[in-house]
């Protein structure tokens, strides 16, 4: 795509109970030329496009909306909808996006599932700032990614604005919707579930103390959890925010392995982000490794205790698969997240402690708010020949 986005100003009314979503989308992009600009976009009802403020011709069909346009230079698309937004379904990971709960909605794109609600350039790689603005009934809560730098009540509606200044891709942001109550700050969850919640996520600071010292800085403004009324298959990672389904709350901790999994991913796929989705390991081996180390500083099983419990799970599964260069169908099998993790277990005992975790933290430091493939990681991790060994061969190694 010859273009580049930069910002993303969505302006967006829900109303829970009709599930009707009406938008209005500015979008501040750049290009050299162009004669037509073409954005992901699902069903939703495109009533007018402008470019650079001037009604422009589109045509919107098959989840593409192309606006005939001649820009160079700086521009801005504006696009008004409307309609009942429906996740965007597919065969290897289900219904993706925007999506309706019994009292309210979620959005949770990874990977392609943002058009679902607005348009975008659709890319992993393609990172923008957000001003995220929505207005829905007073009783309902919105939570979005980043600040919230303004709330009106006005009648019976509230209109709730986010500031997500850094960099950010599609699929990583996110609306919130529902009647939530806020269980420790900035956790939020229905009143119901309060005292579970508060006590499930009670050692989640003390998580952002141990991956700050690992990792380096926690690397956005805010970090916010949802904790939705209904059940989800799996926790989801959105950008300074994650969402967590009523199934991953017991009062005893049962998920906390989630919980760090979630909030690594804030470092490890949103800070420091892919640039294209074969270098998924990237995220969900960090992510899994970080769930690893949270468990060894909590006192529960050490790393080399999880590693041993990966390998030999992953003995008795297919060694059919490259975790350095996955097909479509396997980016999120979990053999790319446990073979991912016990990758830099390895590399963590080729490298000794202090070595791995500085490497850590110059990875983060040197992406921030970047995007990287796995060859960049080989290049400032060295041990080539131990990674490849991981990552690009099928076989398990010793
Ligand atoms: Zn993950």
Request: glycine share 8%; aromatic share 10%; proline share 6%.
């Amino acid at each position: 795509m010859s273009f580049s986005v930069h910002h993303y100003a969505l302006e967006l009314d829900y109303k829970p109970h009709s599930a009707r979503l009406s938008g209005r989308a500015v979008l501040q992009a750049s290009c050299t030329s162009l004669s037509s600009i073409e954005l992901s976009f699902g069903p939703l009802r495109v009533s007018k496009v402008l470019v650079n403020g001037k009604p422009a011709r589109y045509v919107h069909s098959a989840g593409v909306l192309r606006v005939r346009a001649a820009v160079r230079g700086s521009f801005s698309v504006e696009v008004r909808y409307s309609g009942t937004p429906v996740p965007v379904s597919t065969p290897e990971w289900g219904d993706l996006g925007w999506d309706q709960l019994t009292d309210g909605s979620l959005v949770a794109s990874q990977p392609i599932g943002a058009p679902s609600w607005f348009p975008c350039l659709d890319e992993p790689s393609s990172k923008a700032s957000y001003l995220l603005d929505v207005t829905a009934p007073s009783p309902y809560v919105v939570v979005c990614n980043g600040v919230l730098v303004d709330g009106k009540v006005s009648g019976s509606t509230t209109r709730w604005t986010y500031s997500m200044a850094a960099p950010m891709a599609t699929y990583l942001a996110t609306v919130q919707i529902g009647q939530y109550v806020e269980a420790l700050p900035d956790v939020w969850a229905p009143a119901r579930l309060r005292r579970l919640v508060a006590h499930d996520f009670a050692r989640q600071n003390q998580m952002i103390e141990l991956f700050s010292s690992l990792f380096g800085p926690y690397p956005f403004a805010r970090y916010s959890v949802v904790v939705t009324d209904d059940e989800l298959d799996v926790p989801v990672e959105a950008q300074g925010l994650s969402t967590f389904g009523a199934n991953h709350v017991d009062g005893r901790r049962g998920s906390e392995r989630l919980v760090a999994h979630e909030l690594a991913h804030q470092w490890f796929g949103n800070s420091v982000g892919i640039a294209s989705w074969e270098h998924i390991w990237l995220n969900e081996g960090f992510a899994c490794y970080s769930e690893w180390l949270w468990s060894e500083a909590s006192g529960g099983r050490t790393a080399d205790a999880c590693a041993a419990a990966a390998r030999d799970l992953l003995s008795r599964l297919p060694q059919d698969l490259v975790i350095g260069r996955p097909g479509r169908a396997d980016w999120f099998d979990d053999r790319v997240y446990k073979r991912g993790a016990l990758t830099l277990h390895a590399l963590r005992r080729a490298m000794g402690d202090d070595s791995f975790f500085a490497l850590l933290r110059e990875w983060c430091a040197r992406n921030r708010h970047g995007v990287v493939t796995t060859e960049d990681f080989l290049v400032l991790a060295g041990h080539r020949d131990l990674l490849t060994r991981w990552l690009f061969e099928p076989g398990l190694p010793a």
